[in-house]
């Protein structure tokens, strides 16, 4: 069939549409540009839109003049599919009814576009067509790999990777910074300062560059060391890395500045605490995983000398951590979802604005593929594409082709032994953890869990004891929410590919993984997990949550269960606790195999199935004071809240 078509610029070309062996080297079908004599496949390009067609003529038609469709090659050797993407090169390597059905979805759909002209007919052939090209991506899925969703925008976005925002339960994208070696000295050798004789700002000369801060001009120099004064605020001084990065580990040394007025130095990220002298002291982080460290001065306004202040730091993110990562999944009626492992939930197309990110849902919707060609792919879901925004970082809704931010590789996650979420343990040694996924509990690390509300005491209206059951394994199951106790430190939850573990069978405790809205339930309270100062001292425990949050996720007001909603933090848990069958307490504080820790480390025992007497014999309802105590038929020390 030959056709001549006028373009943009008025002139003509005569076009061949074939399936025959062009120069006895390739069976192909395509456009063919008969004024050239190289066998162009499928390079017939025009934009233009004839007025006098009906939208379905002019889709049809642009879609066969798409400079990204495939041409077929049935000759070839058929290559290995690259281990590491699902992507169409040429749809003749895919199966032959997959490309049979190509075929033929082709054939008719321009022989309906040259000789049909009714719209029902273009309409179902375009339909068609577009269904058998997104079945070849379909069936290339490994439904048991893990992917991560490349962007193959040339720009700004080049090689990011699309992953789960947990705080607000959106997609975003993000680019991996690289890896620093270096040690950073956080003095005048290798780094600048503010000019005069005070400053407020260190950087480092070396890139990418850290920075120390302070709001005003409270940091001079001794020597090449900085000294840092309380000044009238007594503004904290901020220790920042660079945009990407977070503070792997950092140590300094401090002592008075030639005076011995006692000071307070205060490492609030951290929680330590330390009083000056002329005598040099060290404090050292290792694995901290924040992208700034506070530290405050407070006192006489007298300088603190720094020195061997030293820094490194590290990517915020790398693309084994489970944010990064997807899984597709496949219904009954054949539809593909596709699902972030870090929050269990799946890609929608829903948004709070046009330029929003895309919302993650626990309610899949369909994803669909459109084959750019040389391994890029458009990805559809419930019909919408998925685009790397350049504002805010958000991946959204907006429709372009290859090599633009609407186009995304999916690659196969090579090690997925490796994917990970980073914890953190405080000097409080205790956290709350829920993941989506199963996880291999680290070295270090002991799970706990309430089995039972017979496990729980209150006692008065000052709190209640909650005994905490040891889980047993070492693979944490999916959705399995649990109290860890552990030294502090960053640890790391690798998935677990093959031992799903085994779940408690039964565990009061609830969680997400995203920040989540919850709605109370009348009778019950709600508790989080977090440290409070109670009577002059941080005691770790499980603390009511007001309900003061509104359906929509605004304050009703503040204090009070006015809302019927609480936020649940990502990764955390909560307790609910029937109230009109057990009481209420302000807090619960944890009991680990019979002792109760509640307050910085120090142990109180408790043991809810023997008695507890004092050396006269008075049996012990509540141990209040240190001292000796027969407990279990032996005298025991016990020592309680430094009393």
């Not at 549409?17 to 069976?27: A, C, E, K, L, P």
């Not at 998925?386 to 809704?397: D, E, L, N, R």
């Not at 609407?406 to 953190?424: G, L």
């Given at each position: 069939t030959v056709k001549t078509t006028t373009a943009q610029d008025g002139s003509t070309t005569n076009t061949t549409f074939y399936i025959s062996n062009y120069g006895g080297v390739n069976n192909n079908m395509g456009f063919y540009n008969s004024n050239s004599s190289s066998d162009g496949g499928s390079n017939f390009q025009l934009e233009e839109i004839d007025p006098t067609r009906s939208a379905a003529y002019n889709t049809l038609y642009n879609y066969f003049h798409d400079k990204t469709k495939v041409k077929i090659d049935m000759t070839a050797e058929p290559p290995a599919f690259p281990a590491d993407k699902i992507h169409d090169t040429a749809i003749g390597y895919y199966s032959s009814s997959l490309a049979s059905n190509y075929l033929s979805a082709y054939v008719y759909a321009y022989f309906y576009l040259e000789y049909g002209g009714e719209d029902s007919y273009l309409t179902a052939a375009y339909e068609a067509l577009v269904a058998?090209?997104?079945?070849?991506?379909?069936?290339?899925?490994?439904?048991?790999?893990?992917?991560?969703?490349?962007?193959?925008?040339?720009?700004?976005?080049?090689?990011?990777?699309?992953?789960?925002?947990?705080?607000?339960?959106?997609?975003?994208?993000?680019?991996?910074a690289a890896e620093v070696e270096t040690t950073y000295n956080v003095d005048t050798n290798s780094g600048t300062v503010g000019s005069g004789n005070y400053f407020n700002t260190w950087t480092s000369t070396e890139t990418p560059q850290v920075t120390f801060k302070n709001e005003y001009n409270n940091m001079q120099v001794s020597g090449s060391n900085l000294v840092i004064y309380s000044g009238g605020s007594s503004a904290p001084f901020k220790l920042n890395a660079p945009s990407g990065y977070v503070i792997d580990s950092y140590s300094v040394t401090f002592a008075n500045n030639g005076h011995n007025n006692e000071q307070t130095l205060t490492f609030s990220d951290e929680g330590a605490v330390y009083k000056t002298t002329s005598a040099s002291q060290t404090y050292t982080v290792e694995n901290s995983g924040k992208s700034s460290v506070t530290i405050n001065l407070t006192g006489s306004n007298n300088g603190v000398v720094l020195t061997n202040f030293t820094v490194k730091i590290r990517p915020s993110f790398t693309e084994n951590e489970a944010v990064n990562v997807w899984k597709f999944e496949q219904a009954e009626n054949g539809n593909v979802y596709l699902k972030n492992l870090h929050t269990g939930t799946y890609l929608t197309n829903e948004s709070d604005g046009q330029y929003k990110g895309r919302q993650l849902s626990t309610t899949a919707q369909p994803v669909t593929f459109n084959i750019l060609g040389d391994g890029q792919l458009n990805i559809k879901v419930n019909g919408s594409q998925m685009h790397a925004q350049a504002a805010g970082s958000a991946v959204v809704a907006y429709s372009s082709g290859k090599n633009s931010a609407s186009a995304w590789y999916v690659e196969k996650v090579a090690a997925p032994e490796e994917i990970t979420t980073r914890i953190t343990m405080t000097q409080y040694q205790k956290a709350s953890l829920y993941l989506a996924y199963p996880a291999i509990i680290p070295e270090g690390i002991k799970a706990y869990y309430a089995a039972s509300e017979d496990d729980a005491t209150i006692e008065g209206t000052s709190g209640g004891s909650i005994y905490l059951t040891p889980f047993e394994g070492n693979v944490l199951p999916a959705g399995t929410p649990v109290i860890l106790k552990g030294a502090q430190g960053a640890y790391k939850f690798d998935l677990s590919t093959t031992d799903k573990g085994t779940s408690p069978a039964s565990n009061l405790f609830k969680g997400s993984a995203y920040k989540k809205l919850v709605q109370g339930e009348d009778g019950y309270k709600y508790y989080l997990f977090g440290v409070k100062t109670v009577d002059g001292e941080k005691k770790v425990g499980l603390y009511w949550a007001w309900l003061e949050y509104l359906a929509d996720g605004t304050i009703s007001n503040a204090g009070t269960d006015d809302g019927h909603h609480f936020y649940v933090p990502a990764n955390k848990i909560y307790l609910p606790w029937n109230t009109t069958a057990n009481g209420a307490a302000p807090a619960f504080y944890f009991n680990f195999d019979g002792t109760t820790t509640g307050v910085d480390g120090i142990e109180n025992v408790w043991d809810r199935n023997t008695g507890i007497y004092d050396l006269q014999g008075r049996r012990v309802n509540r141990i209040e004071q240190s001292g000796i105590y027969v407990i279990n038929g032996q005298k025991r020390f016990v020592k309680v809240n430094g009393r």
């Amino acid at each position: 069939t030959v056709k001549t078509t006028t373009a943009q610029d008025g002139s003509t070309t005569n076009t061949t549409f074939y399936i025959s062996n062009y120069g006895g080297v390739n069976n192909n079908m395509g456009f063919y540009n008969s004024n050239s004599s190289s066998d162009g496949g499928s390079n017939f390009q025009l934009e233009e839109i004839d007025p006098t067609r009906s939208a379905a003529y002019n889709t049809l038609y642009n879609y066969f003049h798409d400079k990204t469709k495939v041409k077929i090659d049935m000759t070839a050797e058929p290559p290995a599919f690259p281990a590491d993407k699902i992507h169409d090169t040429a749809i003749g390597y895919y199966s032959s009814s997959l490309a049979s059905n190509y075929l033929s979805a082709y054939v008719y759909a321009y022989f309906y576009l040259e000789y049909g002209g009714e719209d029902s007919y273009l309409t179902a052939a375009y339909e068609a067509l577009v269904a058998a090209n997104e079945a070849l991506v379909t069936n290339a899925i490994d439904f048991d790999a893990y992917y991560v969703l490349r962007n193959a925008h040339t720009g700004y976005c080049n090689n990011a990777v699309a992953y789960a925002n947990v705080n607000d339960h959106k997609v975003y994208w993000h680019a991996q910074a690289a890896e620093v070696e270096t040690t950073y000295n956080v003095d005048t050798n290798s780094g600048t300062v503010g000019s005069g004789n005070y400053f407020n700002t260190w950087t480092s000369t070396e890139t990418p560059q850290v920075t120390f801060k302070n709001e005003y001009n409270n940091m001079q120099v001794s020597g090449s060391n900085l000294v840092i004064y309380s000044g009238g605020s007594s503004a904290p001084f901020k220790l920042n890395a660079p945009s990407g990065y977070v503070i792997d580990s950092y140590s300094v040394t401090f002592a008075n500045n030639g005076h011995n007025n006692e000071q307070t130095l205060t490492f609030s990220d951290e929680g330590a605490v330390y009083k000056t002298t002329s005598a040099s002291q060290t404090y050292t982080v290792e694995n901290s995983g924040k992208s700034s460290v506070t530290i405050n001065l407070t006192g006489s306004n007298n300088g603190v000398v720094l020195t061997n202040f030293t820094v490194k730091i590290r990517p915020s993110f790398t693309e084994n951590e489970a944010v990064n990562v997807w899984k597709f999944e496949q219904a009954e009626n054949g539809n593909v979802y596709l699902k972030n492992l870090h929050t269990g939930t799946y890609l929608t197309n829903e948004s709070d604005g046009q330029y929003k990110g895309r919302q993650l849902s626990t309610t899949a919707q369909p994803v669909t593929f459109n084959i750019l060609g040389d391994g890029q792919l458009n990805i559809k879901v419930n019909g919408s594409q998925m685009h790397a925004q350049a504002a805010g970082s958000a991946v959204v809704a907006y429709s372009s082709g290859k090599n633009s931010a609407s186009a995304w590789y999916v690659e196969k996650v090579a090690a997925p032994e490796e994917i990970t979420t980073r914890i953190t343990m405080t000097q409080y040694q205790k956290a709350s953890l829920y993941l989506a996924y199963p996880a291999i509990i680290p070295e270090g690390i002991k799970a706990y869990y309430a089995a039972s509300e017979d496990d729980a005491t209150i006692e008065g209206t000052s709190g209640g004891s909650i005994y905490l059951t040891p889980f047993e394994g070492n693979v944490l199951p999916a959705g399995t929410p649990v109290i860890l106790k552990g030294a502090q430190g960053a640890y790391k939850f690798d998935l677990s590919t093959t031992d799903k573990g085994t779940s408690p069978a039964s565990n009061l405790f609830k969680g997400s993984a995203y920040k989540k809205l919850v709605q109370g339930e009348d009778g019950y309270k709600y508790y989080l997990f977090g440290v409070k100062t109670v009577d002059g001292e941080k005691k770790v425990g499980l603390y009511w949550a007001w309900l003061e949050y509104l359906a929509d996720g605004t304050i009703s007001n503040a204090g009070t269960d006015d809302g019927h909603h609480f936020y649940v933090p990502a990764n955390k848990i909560y307790l609910p606790w029937n109230t009109t069958a057990n009481g209420a307490a302000p807090a619960f504080y944890f009991n680990f195999d019979g002792t109760t820790t509640g307050v910085d480390g120090i142990e109180n025992v408790w043991d809810r199935n023997t008695g507890i007497y004092d050396l006269q014999g008075r049996r012990v309802n509540r141990i209040e004071q240190s001292g000796i105590y027969v407990i279990n038929g032996q005298k025991r020390f016990v020592k309680v809240n430094g009393r």
